[in-house]
């Protein structure tokens, strides 16, 4: 079993900035990729920003060149920087992860239990 512990969302006024990290435990061989999506009120869940183990990026095109996300290997962790905010970013922001347990595995997707980042106007 692996979980995958978010932090740092919160309540941040237009224009400011905030940072998520996410932290995987458990049977962990491999991750890949790692990523945040995001769900706002009455909306589908939708990706944000996406990393692999080699350091490949990609975004949604509504946080291109606001959002950066970033991915320590070593320490199963992956985090996303998010800056000039908008009230349109407001959402329950979930991390993301294919986990094998082991080499031979099959990679299976965990969840985070979501944070809540709100922006307002």
């Known amino acids: 079993q692996v979980h995958l512990v978010e932090s740092g969302g919160g309540l941040v006024q237009t224009g400011g900035s905030l940072r998520l990290s996410c932290a995987a435990s458990g049977r962990i061989f491999s991750i890949n990729p790692m990523g945040w999506y995001r769900q706002a009120p009455g909306k589908q869940r939708e990706l944000v920003a996406i990393?692999?183990?080699?350091?490949?990026?990609n975004y949604a095109d509504s946080v291109k060149g606001r959002f950066t996300i970033a991915r320590d290997n070593a320490e199963n962790t992956v985090s996303l920087q998010m800056n000039s905010l908008k009230p349109e970013d407001t959402a329950v922001y979930y991390c993301?992860?294919?986990?094998?347990?082991?080499?031979?595995?099959?990679?299976?997707?965990?969840w985070g239990q979501g944070t809540q980042v709100t922006v307002s106007s």
């Open positions: 990393i692999d183990s080699d350091g490949n990026t």
């Open positions: 993301n992860a294919d986990v094998r347990g082991r080499l031979w595995d099959v990679p299976v997707t965990y």
